[in-house]
């Protein structure tokens, strides 16, 4: 039975701990036959041609876009499912307040009840991949099982998939990720373009012992195992137990006119335009913003107390709807060929086209449920979640250092948030402890794009509500735990680019204009900026940020103090969800402001 595409014998191809865990899935899943995924460009043509032969992809114009194909899904199969998503830790109180929590023993039955015979009538597939530069003690390695072609096509550009990482997994460690789209198929039945199993959607997570199980999706963060699964849940429970950091962050380089280079570290929940900033186009002269990474961070302290971030991931998973030449250019140019769009429009003339890409739509599109476009329908042509697959390397502004073993030095972390009113523009922490405050206090108001009460308040501590592994107190725990002897802390900054006036207009011009905000945090780190000290931590001077002249100092810095003291109440409410594992830290930190609020009196910035 042991056969892959090509009918070569699997027991030649791999060993050791691999080939007995890839055996033991086979006879549970019962495959027709395996693959053991090398990552060469034979085999991804084999399986392009055999994702567009069974459906799943129509191949683009290559003349408008080289070797690029696009997905349409089962439409009750477009996102993650949070509510589907489990940490199985032996005790529930480890996977805190903020995770479904299973015991693993009663997810084990589960299990075993849906993957027996999951993968009749299909092909397993051995994805071995790398996350992070390779040669580097900051990168870890996975395999994942699947019966999805589409997933391994996609993991072969979001992760580092090749012969070298298929002979490392025989000797070294990775973490087990088995996925099935949970539809077997009968003797002589053919699939349907996107098989999947949307009734029983179910991600498991085994911290304890570095496991993920995914059934019934082919989307996304529910399929795709290296990127939310791994590299931030499980990674994040690796982390904490060996004192580094897995974080939901963009990384990028800022260069300042004289040549001085700053990377920092940015974590924003969903609909803030993370990918924006990670690909900024900076409007003031002489600033340079270049990108290592979209998504994720895994930081490590070095020798010399610095912290280096590299950037796990190989490629960009992000969002269409919204990116177009005016607001991502980068983004756009990466998207030029070699990539994957899933649920976006298609146009007449076999390209793709999202909503906001152009100010009119094309005529004679087909949306993403397969349909004529009607542009009087009032209906979307893409899907709000629609998504493209870009290899890393076609971003124009990649950082030199993007594949550096030694990571990059991280000078400061910025958090944020979409808030209209209250929230300034920017601000710095006075020390590490309000720095984890800002991470734990963080908030988002939702917009249409997410399901939920548009303009309603979310806390999403670190962007990291549905990544942690384990408590999120314990996680504030483990960010407080950071500041020792020795170490060059990096500075912690909060902003807000969604301020709106009493008219409802933004107050602040975004995108690339944010630069003006990310140059005030390289001079505070340089020491060539001042600050002034207020309750909520410290803001620009006036003279030492350069802002547009249509813009209103008071409006971006205003501290409404009746905002601050209602948004303290509603924070020690959240606080509580945490009981004794929320840090003592915090709850100063929440109660000194409070304090300070109450009796503080606008002084001139
Ligand atoms: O991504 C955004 N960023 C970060 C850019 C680096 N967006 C898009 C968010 C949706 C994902 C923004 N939207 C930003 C921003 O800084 N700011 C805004 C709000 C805004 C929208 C439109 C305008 C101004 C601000 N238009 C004009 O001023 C003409
Ligand atoms: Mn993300």
């Known amino acids: 039975m042991w056969k892959n595409l090509e009918e070569e014998v699997m027991a030649d191809q791999i060993s050791g701990e691999l080939q007995r865990w890839v055996e033991e899935i086979a006879q549970l899943t019962q495959p027709d036959s395996i693959h053991i995924v090398n990552g060469s460009e034979g085999e991804n043509q084999t399986l392009l041609n055999l994702l567009v032969e069974n459906g799943t992809f129509t191949k683009l114009n290559p003349e408008k876009r080289p070797n690029s194909y696009l997905a349409m899904s089962n439409p009750e199969d477009v996102a993650r499912v949070e509510d589907r998503t489990f940490i199985c830790s032996k005790e529930e109180i480890d996977a805190g307040p903020t995770n479904n929590w299973e015991d693993p023993v009663k997810m084990r039955e589960k299990l075993s009840s849906l993957f027996p015979g999951c993968m009749k009538g299909r092909v397993m597939y051995v994805i071995p991949f790398c996350m992070g530069p390779e040669n580097s003690p900051y990168s870890r390695l996975g395999v994942e099982i699947t019966d999805s072609a589409y997933v391994v096509v996609n993991m072969r550009i979001m992760t580092r998939i090749n012969q070298k990482v298929l002979e490392r997994v025989q000797t070294e460690a990775f973490v087990k990720c088995v996925h099935s789209v949970g539809m077997p198929l009968e003797e002589g039945q053919k699939s349907v373009s996107w098989p999947c199993n949307p009734k029983n959607i179910v991600i498991t997570h085994f911290p304890e012992e570095g496991e993920i199980w995914s059934f019934g999706s082919g989307y996304g963060g529910n399929a795709l195992l290296s990127k939310k699964c791994f590299a931030l849940r499980i990674a994040s429970c690796i982390a904490k137990s060996q004192g580094w950091m897995a974080e939901h962050m963009l990384i990028v380089g800022i260069t300042n006119p004289e040549g001085k280079k700053h990377y920092i570290a940015a974590s924003f929940p969903s609909a803030c335009g993370k990918t924006n900033l990670a690909m900024l186009e900076p409007t003031l002269p002489g600033w340079k913003v270049e990108c290592v990474g979209d998504d994720i961070a895994w930081m490590f302290w070095n020798e010399e107390g610095e912290l280096r971030a590299v950037n796990p991931e190989f490629g960009c998973f992000g969002v269409a709807p919204g990116t177009s030449m005016k607001t991502n250019k980068s983004a756009m140019e990466s998207l030029h060929a070699n990539s994957f769009f899933t649920n976006v429009a298609k146009t007449a003339d076999n390209d793709v086209w999202w909503e906001g890409m152009t100010e009119e739509p094309p005529e004679g599109m087909t949306t993403w449920l397969k349909e004529p476009y009607d542009p009087?329908?009032?209906?979307?042509?893409?899907?709000?979640?629609?998504?493209?697959?870009?290899?890393?390397?076609?971003?124009?502004?990649?950082?030199?250092?993007?594949?550096?073993?030694?990571?990059?030095?991280?000078?400061?972390?910025?958090?944020?948030?979409?808030?209209?009113?209250?929230?300034?523009?920017?601000?710095?922490?006075?020390?590490?402890?309000?720095?984890?405050?800002?991470?734990?206090?963080?908030?988002?108001?939702?917009?249409?794009?997410a399901k939920g009460t548009v303009g309603k308040v979310r806390h999403d501590p670190f962007?990291?509500?549905?990544?942690?592994?384990?408590?999120?107190?314990?996680?504030?725990?483990?960010?407080?735990?950071?500041?020792?002897?020795?170490?060059?802390?990096?500075?912690?900054?909060?902003?807000?680019?969604?301020?709106?006036?009493?008219?409802?207009?933004?107050?602040?011009?975004?995108?690339?204009?944010?630069?003006r905000a990310l140059a005030w945090m390289c001079n505070r780190i340089d020491g060539k900026a001042g600050a002034v000290e207020t309750p909520i931590g410290l803001l620009p001077k006036r003279e030492d940020l350069d802002i547009p002249q249509e813009c209103d100092y008071g409006k971006l810095f205003f501290v409404?103090?009746?905002?601050?003291?209602?948004?303290?109440?509603?924070?020690?409410?959240?606080?509580?969800?945490?009981?004794e594992r929320l840090p003592v830290a915090l709850k100063d930190e929440l109660h000194r402001m409070s304090q300070e609020i109450g009796s503080w009196t606008a002084k001139d910035l």
């Open 376 to 449: 009087a329908s009032g209906k979307v042509a893409s899907h709000p979640n629609a998504r493209f697959t870009a290899p890393i390397q076609q971003v124009p502004c990649l950082d030199s250092a993007w594949n550096d073993p030694e990571g990059v030095p991280i000078s400061a972390f910025v958090f944020g948030g979409r808030r209209a009113s209250m929230m300034p523009l920017v601000r710095e922490a006075a020390s590490w402890q309000q720095g984890v405050f800002f991470g734990a206090a963080m908030t988002s108001e939702m917009t249409a794009a």
């Open 463 to 515: 962007a990291m509500l549905p990544f942690c592994g384990y408590n999120m107190g314990d996680y504030f725990t483990h960010w407080l735990s950071q500041e020792k002897e020795g170490r060059k802390l990096p500075a912690i900054f909060y902003v807000n680019w969604f301020l709106k006036d009493e008219e409802g207009h933004f107050v602040w011009p975004g995108f690339g204009e944010n630069i």
């Open 560 to 579: 409404d103090r009746d905002k601050w003291l209602q948004e303290a109440e509603d924070l020690a409410a959240y606080f509580d969800l945490f009981k």
